[in-house]
């Protein structure tokens, strides 16, 4: 398995306040990318990454922030958390020398996130 | 854009059972096609793929063939087990452009009862 680790996995927390999700690989992987699942929609990219200090949107990035200051730490920030952000947010890594080639994704455990 | 179609679950077998779960898509390109596997309270797994026209993609008993001409990856295995059950994601990108999204279809849910 690749080394891919999220924290928290899981966290409650209120309407309006910040949060931030880690995501931590061992595999020193160029690609890193947040995706959120929601019942009926499948996953959608948040953000991406495609190296250190480099970031792009995704399909769903509206109230959401990422950075990348090491290779191996990304980072998403809810500024002020809403309602409509409850999901379980998952990270995933992809890089040139990993077993299923550039295009595979390999992803972490997961974090599950209620904001009530 | 490009797009994943797969089948609406819940798909409910008994053991030994043969499975299918269809799986279509659009793309401009030429994606590289995936099965994902979740396991109840897990991350995605990667269960197969395939990168090119009539390519087979196998593991563990799971098999899907590339197939450009019905755009097409559907899932099958011979013989499935209780431990078969879990969520299946069919999912594609851009093997020529490093970075991208994989485009998921929404899931399916497989259930197999002894």
């Known amino acids: 398995d690749a080394g891919i680790t999220q924290s928290p996995r899981h966290k409650v927390t209120e309407t309006g306040t910040p949060v931030t999700l880690r995501c931590h690989q061992t595999e020193n992987h160029r690609y890193m990318y947040w995706y959120r699942q929601d019942p009926g929609h499948g996953l959608r990219l948040i953000h991406y990454s495609y190296g250190v200090k480099d970031t792009d949107k995704g399909e769903v990035s509206d109230g959401y922030s990422v950075s990348r200051s090491k290779t191996e730490d990304f980072l998403l920030t809810l500024e002020s958390a809403t309602s409509s952000q409850t999901s379980v947010y998952f990270c995933a890594i992809s890089g040139a020398g990993s077993s299923g080639g550039l295009d595979t994704q390999y992803f972490g455990p997961g974090t599950r996130l209620t904001v009530l | 854009g490009d797009s994943v179609t797969q089948m609406e679950g819940p798909v409910t077998l008994s053991e030994e059972a043969f499975l299918t779960i269809n799986c279509t898509y659009t793309a401009t390109g030429y994606p590289s096609l995936f099965w994902y596997v979740q396991y109840p309270g897990e991350g995605l797994q990667l269960l197969l793929k395939?990168?090119?026209?009539?390519d087979k993609g196998s593991n563990k008993g799971f098999e899907a063939t590339y197939r450009k001409e019905t755009t097409s990856f559907h899932l099958e295995k011979g013989s499935v087990q209780v431990s078969d059950s879990a969520v299946y994601f069919c999912?594609?990108?851009?093997?020529?452009?490093?970075?991208?999204?994989?485009?998921f279809g929404k899931g399916t849910t497989l259930s197999v009862s002894s």
């Open positions: 999912a594609l990108s851009d093997q020529y452009q490093a970075g991208t999204a994989l485009i």
């Open positions: 395939a990168t090119k026209a009539d």
